[in-house]
């Protein structure tokens, strides 16, 4: 089944402990990106990869990292969380960027103390 | 700077009626536009997009949406709601060569029975 997955689900941190959100898609698609969803905001983007090793920011990239090693893989890191990203979290992919239909996984939703 | 508004936060219609939600964009160029779903719980699911063209497109799930550069809108229809449609349906347009994407805040569709 032609999917993305994301990893954990569901997490709940401290300040300053550092995460990764795993973000993984069986469709060979070479664009990836992560948005966060918080309410009255929509969905804000955060980084995207346009292939494997090209990554850039998007709009609200501070305090998150990202790396693209492998074409089905792209996990969203932060590294010293704070509570202002709490969100709920989405991977998505296509096959070469937004223009293309993009296939969202099914969230992460990550609360920091 | 590039914007997307829709100006409904919550919309409650009856079964069997028609539904506009509307979404007005800025942008310097011709967009790229788009109408996503979010189901309860669930990831976005893409339901229509223009790039060009006929103005008036059709989607997935009996929607359809008109693109009017003079109002710089690009309102989505249904003609007969199901309580199956109940969700939030997010506007978005794309840029800067297809690797960007801007969301609004969304719009919730409550159906009455």
């Known amino acids: 089944e032609a999917q993305v997955t994301q990893n954990p689900r569901y997490l709940i941190t401290v300040t300053g402990k550092k995460l990764t959100v795993t973000c993984s898609q069986n469709m060979n698609h070479e664009y990836m990106s992560w948005y966060r969803q918080d309410p009255g905001l929509g969905l804000r983007q955060i980084y995207y990869?346009?292939?494997?090793?090209?990554?850039d920011k998007g709009d609200v990239p501070e305090g998150y990292k990202v790396s693209r090693k492998e074409k089905r893989n792209f996990p969203l890191i932060l590294e010293s969380p704070s509570p202002n990203q709490t969100s709920l979290y989405f991977c998505?992919?296509?096959?070469?960027?937004?223009?293309?239909?993009?296939?969202f996984g099914p969230g992460t939703r990550l609360t920091v103390l | 700077a590039q914007s997307v508004t829709q100006p409904d936060i919550h919309i409650t219609v009856s079964e069997g009626a028609s539904l506009e939600l509307r979404c007005n964009y800025s942008?310097?160029?011709?967009?790229?536009l788009f109408w996503y779903v979010q189901s309860p719980g669930q990831g976005l699911q893409l339901l229509l997009k223009?790039?060009?063209?006929?103005?008036l497109v059709q989607g997935i799930k009996g929607f359809e949406a008109e693109f009017k550069r003079s109002q710089s809108s690009f309102n989505l229809r249904k003609p007969s709601v199901h309580w199956s449609d109940a969700a939030e349906y997010f506007c978005?347009?794309?840029?800067?060569?297809?690797?960007?994407?801007?969301f609004g805040s969304g719009t919730r569709l409550s159906i009455r029975p």
């Open positions: 990869s346009m292939n494997v090793e090209v990554t």
């Open positions: 978005a347009v794309g840029r800067s060569s297809a690797s960007k994407i801007i």
């Open positions: 942008y310097g160029a011709t967009p790229y």
């Open positions: 223009y790039f060009s063209g006929d103005t």
């Open positions: 998505a992919s296509s096959y070469s960027g937004v223009a293309d239909t993009q296939y």
